[in-house]
């Protein structure tokens, strides 16, 4: 049985036994009015809201790799936006954490990973004649303190945020799931 099939064969039970009904919430807006921005590292599914004592519909979470704001108008601020002005959000957290996979990518390594999946020089090439640059748009950041300040001083200076929603600025130990205050949206 496939990966796939036994995902969708335990899914079948699930739906079947009503196991859902534990993750019902009231409805699509987040309880807390919050809305967080973290990174996709697969310790984080369930410590990240955890630790901050955030129970399943109390906050809308966004992930990426390395918790990371690329583009001032790319999917990860239009997502806040909506959250904010949509979907009831009045604060944002934006949680870094340590040991970040993201953090002094090797971009050579990743390139030729990508060519030894048959990734070709040519398209490489084509991306880079266009106006990418690989080697910056793969790479993450040097030190995750200093990348999630330099988020959160992107979302509270963004033109379309509100100067009243507080962006906060969190670095949690994916280990410990201690979590240390780099930004604290109320006083700035």
């Not at 970040?100 to 030729?112: N, P």
Request: charged share 20%; hydrophobic share 45%.
């Amino acid at each position: 049985m496939s990966l796939l099939e036994s995902i969708l064969t335990y899914n079948q039970q699930f739906v079947a036994n009503q196991d859902y009904k534990a993750y019902e919430t009231q409805d699509k807006f987040p309880a807390k009015r919050l809305v967080m921005l973290t990174c996709m590292d697969t310790r984080l599914v369930d410590l990240a809201t955890k630790a901050l004592n955030l129970a399943n519909g109390d906050v809308k979470v966004i992930k990426n790799a390395g918790a990371l704001i690329s583009h001032p108008y790319g999917s990860i601020m239009r997502s806040l936006v909506i959250a904010i002005y949509l979907l009831k959000a009045d604060e944002v957290i934006i949680m870094g954490h340590h040991d970040c996979g993201m953090q002094q990518v090797d971009t050579q390594a990743v390139l030729t990973k990508m060519k030894e999946r048959g990734i070709t020089s040519e398209n490489l090439a084509s991306l880079e004649a266009n106006g990418l640059n690989l080697e910056n748009w793969l790479y993450g950041f040097d030190d995750v303190i200093t990348s999630v300040r330099h988020d959160v001083d992107l979302v509270r200076n963004h033109p379309l945020i509100p100067r009243d929603v507080p962006v906060h600025g969190l670095v949690i130990d994916p280990h410990t799931g201690k979590v240390d205050l780099v930004v604290n949206g109320y006083l700035a």
